[in-house]
C-alpha cells in the first residue's frame, strides 16, 4: 500500500519511517497514515473530473476519520468536508477548514446542530426530511440568511458488492423517496422559498461497491429527474451529488478498480446525458470516505500472550483490538497482516489474531499468514485508515491509539494517545455515601 516498503533490518516503513521507531517513540498501538496516499487519491478525483472538464467538488467525507489534522490536509488538497454532526462541524471549525466548501449531511440533525451550520455560513446543507425543511426555512427566516441546499434522495438502488438490484421502494432511512412523489414534494417546498437557494440532489447508494453500474445508473435516474423538473417546473439544478462508497482492497479478496475509474464513469454518463437532453452539465459533487483514507492507514500493534488450541487454531493476542477497530466485529470485516519487524521471514504460518477486550468476538483476524510469532513483536494491520478509529471506543476502558501521520521520512503526532486521566475526565465522584441522598 503506498510508500510501504520493507528496510535493510527487515521492518516495515512507512512514508519513509520504520514503524519500529514509530512504535518505540509513540507506543502502540498507534495508527499511522501515509499522507502521500492520502494526497495522490484526492489528485486522483480531482484530476478525472478536471480531465472531463466537469466543474466539480470532491468532499471528504469524513465519517471514515475525523480530527484537525486530517481536516487540514484535506483543505489543502483542495478537498470539500462532508460532516454529519456538530461534532463533525465543530472539529471542521477548529481546523479553520473554510466553511463554504462544508456540507453538512445527517438524517436527524437537531435544531441546535442546524443553527450552528447557519452561524458558520457553512456552504451546503444536505436535507434529508420533511422535518429539517420546516426547521431550515424557519431558521433562515429568522436570521434572514440565504442557505444552499441539496435534498438527499433514495433513488431504488441497492448496490452491493458484486451485483445490484433496484427495487421499487427502498426501504431507508434516509432521504426522500425518488419513486413516490417525496422528492418532488420536497423540491416544491424548497425550490422558490426566499431564503433558500436550491441546489439539486444528492444520493449515496451505499458503501465499499466494487462495480460501477450502480453508479452510473444513479447518476442517470437523477439526470432524469432533473431533465423532468426542467419541463414541469423550468428549474434548472445546478449541481449533481452523488455520494461517495468507492471500494477499496483490504485482502486479495477484494476487488476494487483503481478510484477514479468510478468517477470517471459516472462523469461520462453526467456529460452523455446532459448532451443528449441539452441540459446544462451540472457542477458533480461526490464524498469519498473509505478510498481517501483506508489505505493510507495502517495500525501497529503489539504481540502478547499466545494461546494454541490443540487441532483448532493459535490464537496471538494483541494489545488493542475492537476497542480501536470494531469492524471485524461488527461486520465481519477482513484485514491482512504482517509481521512489521521480521518482514522477510515466511509469513506461512495460520494465526488467529485477537484483541484484549473481554468478548470471545474480539478478533481482528480469523486467519492472519505469520511467521512464528513472538511476545513483544510488532503486527501491522493494513488497511485500517477508514471506520476505525472513528468507530473507536474505550470499552474496557481502554485508551485510544496514536494516530500518527508520516511522509518523507517525517512523523507528527496528530492526535495524541488517550491517558487514564482522560478516561475518568467525565466521572464525576459519588456526592454521598447514603444512597437515599440523590
Ligand atoms: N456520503 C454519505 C452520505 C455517506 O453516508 C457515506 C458513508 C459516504 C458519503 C462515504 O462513503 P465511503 O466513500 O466511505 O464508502 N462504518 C461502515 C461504513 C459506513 C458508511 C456510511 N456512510 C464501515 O466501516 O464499513
New binding site residues.
Given amino acids: 500500500y503506498g510508500t510501504q516498503t520493507v528496510n535493510e533490518n527487515g521492518h516495515l516503513t512507512i512514508g519513509g519511517v520504520d514503524v519500529s521507531e514509530l512504535a518505540s517513540q509513540y507506543g502502540t498501538p498507534v495508527m499511522i497514515y501515509d499522507t502521500e496516499l492520502f494526497k495522490e487519491r484526492a489528485r486522483a478525483f480531482k484530476d478525472t473530473f478536471e480531465k472531463k472538464e466537469i466543474r466539480a467538488q470532491v468532499a471528504y467525507?469524513s465519517?471514515?476519520f475525523s480530527s484537525i489534522a486530517i481536516y487540514q490536509l484535506a483543505e489543502q488538497q483542495g478537498l470539500s468536508l462532508?460532516v454529519v454532526s456538530g461534532g463533525e462541524l465543530y472539529t471542521a471549525v477548529a481546523a479553520g477548514f473554510p466553511r463554504e466548501r462544508i456540507h453538512f449531511?445527517g438524517n436527524n440533525k437537531s435544531r441546535e446542530e442546524i443553527v450552528y451550520a447557519f452561524e458558520e455560513n457553512i456552504g451546503c446543507i444536505v436535507i434529508d426530511n420533511f422535518l429539517e425543511i420546516d426547521m431550515i426555512k424557519e431558521i433562515a427566516d429568522e436570521r434572514k440568511q440565504t442557505m444552499n441546499v441539496l435534498v438527499r434522495v433514495t433513488p431504488g438502488i441497492e448496490a452491493h458488492t458484486h451485483d445490484y438490484i433496484t427495487t421499487g421502494q427502498e426501504d431507508s432511512k434516509f432521504g426522500f423517496d425518488l419513486k413516490n412523489g417525496q422528492t418532488d414534494q420536497a423540491f416544491l417546498a424548497l425550490h422558490d422559498h426566499g431564503y433558500i437557494k436550491f441546489l439539486g440532489m444528492h444520493c449515496?447508494i451505499g458503501?465499499?461497491i466494487f462495480e460501477t453500474d450502480a453508479f452510473k445508473f444513479a447518476a442517470e435516474v437523477l439526470m432524469e429527474r432533473m431533465v423532468e423538473w426542467r419541463k414541469n417546473y423550468q428549474f434548472i439544478c445546478p449541481v449533481l451529488n452523488l455520494?461517495?462508497?468507492?471500494g477499496i482492497r483490504y485482502t486479495e479478496e477484494d476487488t476494487p478498480l483503481e478510484p477514479a475509474i468510478y468517477v470517471e464513469e459516472m462523469a461520462d454518463v453526467v456529460k452523455e446525458m446532459a448532451e443528449e437532453c441539452e441540459y446544462p452539465i451540472p457542477e458533480v459533487w461526490i464524498?469519498?470516505?473509505?478510498?481517501l483514507v483506508g489505505d493510507a492507514g495502517t495500525t501497529i500493534y503489539s504481540a502478547g500472550s499466545t494461546k494454541v488450541v490443540p487441532g483448532v487454531r493459535t490464537y496471538v493476542a494483541v494489545d488493542g483490538g475492537m476497542s480501536d477497530n470494531i469492524?471485524p466485529a461488527l461486520?465481519d470485516a477482513h484485514y491482512s497482516s504482517a509481521l512489521a519487524n521480521r518482514m522477510n521471514e515466511p509469513h506461512d504460518q495460520q494465526w488467529t489474531v485477537a484483541g484484549k477486550c473481554c468478548e470471545s468476538g474480539d478478533k481482528l483476524i480469523e486467519k492472519a499468514y505469520l511467521p512464528k510469532v513472538e511476545t513483544g513483536d510488532l503486527l501491522a494491520v493494513f488497511c485500517t485508515g477508514?471506520?476505525t478509529y472513528s468507530?473507536a471506543s474505550n470499552y474496557n476502558r481502554l485508551p485510544r491509539p496514536a494516530v500518527v501521520f508520516v511522509e518523507k521520512g517525517q512523523h507528527q503526532l496528530v492526535v495524541r494517545r488517550e491517558t487514564y486521566e482522560d478516561i475518568v475526565k467525565l466521572d464525576l465522584p459519588l456526592q454521598s455515601d447514603e444512597k437515599e441522598n440523590f
Fill in positions: 467525507a465519517k471514515a462532508d449531511h449515496h458503501s465499499q455520494g461517495g462508497g468507492f464524498e469519498p470516505g473509505r478510498s469492524r461486520y477508514a471506520y468507530m
